[in-house]
């Protein structure tokens, strides 16, 4: 199982010395969810400054008219730096794709859509080979898709999770209601699901709960069922916390056949005192019920 990092810098060299060699880049203009984005040319130097590493570049948000022609030229430019593979929202990557003939991969990383294994099954015979699956199934749904899919899994194991993102200028519009100065980000309360964090940006404004998922729990489980990545992501976390969880993950996978089961409860006690308890929907099922 590798790991897969979406870093807070465009200076990756802590992540390298680690052993690290998949990183995940929100491009500029063309992503959400993400505290640093990079342009062609930042990927461009990375890649040519790390020859060795395997880049992954997130276009996840739906594309307006007037973005196609301008990404199609920045899509062929991605293909000749020579990416590993693109997270797409949006179907019309899987069309541009296929229209310009381009080599890099795709990751089905439609947030809260990626659930089964039967729709992963249609979106790789339409030769997508990647799937990020949704934080909102359970490790038993995670397993199905990887014993009953040939796609290859990408689970996140360190994030804030994202709740819902809206096009509309949400709390600039609630702001001007009320008459009152603006603000980007917005703390609120609900009864039953805690707090959430309101996100303001260019293109969108995004829901985040406020607590880290911290998917260390499940991790055995993952490498036991030869799960093809984890994701480790660093957006809103604080930084000294997001580099001691990832070194302790990368520890951990590495030496994971020598370790005793103290050691294992040692690393699980570790990451819940420097991430929290929060294990989102790993062991708790999503049930609907009609009144």
């Known amino acids: 199982m590798q ?44 890649k040519s400054q790390y020859r060795d590493i395997h880049l992954f570049v997130s276009i996840n948000k739906n594309i307006k008219n007037q973005e196609i022609e301008p990404l199609k030229k920045i899509l062929k430019e991605l293909d000749f730096i020579g990416i590993d593979a693109v997270f797409f929202y949006d179907q019309a990557i899987i069309l541009l794709k296929e229209k310009l003939n381009l080599s890099f991969d795709l990751v089905w990383a439609q ?26 199934i359970t490790l038993e749904e995670i ?17 804030i999770p994202s709740i819902a993102t809206s096009k509309r200028k949400l709390l600039s519009n609630y ?21 959430f964090l309101v996100e303001e940006k260019k293109d969108a404004v995004t829901f985040y709960k406020k607590s880290i998922l911290n998917g ?15 994701l480790l992501d ?10 001691q969880a990832v070194e302790k993950v990368v520890k951990y996978i590495k030496q994971y056949d020598s370790l005793t089961e103290e050691e294992k409860e040692s690393f699980l006690h570790q990451q819940r005192k420097l991430l929290g308890e929060d294990t989102g929907f790993f062991f708790k099922k999503t049930i609907y019920k009609v009144k």
């Open 175 to 195: 702001y001007q209601d009320l008459e009152k100065k603006g603000k980007k980000e917005l703390v609120i309360q609900e009864k039953l699901g805690g707090d």
């Open 3 to 46: 790991v897969l990092i979406k870093p807070s810098s465009k200076n990756i060299d802590f992540y390298r010395k680690l052993g690290i060699e998949n990183y995940l880049f929100s491009l500029k203009d063309y992503a959400t969810e993400s505290n640093c984005y990079f342009n062609i040319n930042d990927i461009k130097e990375i």
């Open 111 to 136: 947030t809260h859509m990626v659930t089964n294994y039967n729709t992963c099954n249609y979106y790789y015979q339409n030769h997508v080979k990647y799937a990020l699956l949704s934080k909102e």
């Open 143 to 159: 397993i199905e898709i990887k014993e009953k899919s040939p796609i290859k899994t990408i689970v996140s194991l360190i994030t």
């Open 216 to 230: 260390c729990e499940v991790l055995e489980e993952l490498i036991k069922h030869d799960m093809d990545y984890v």
């Open 234 to 243: 660093s957006n809103l976390i604080d930084s000294d916390i997001f580099f």
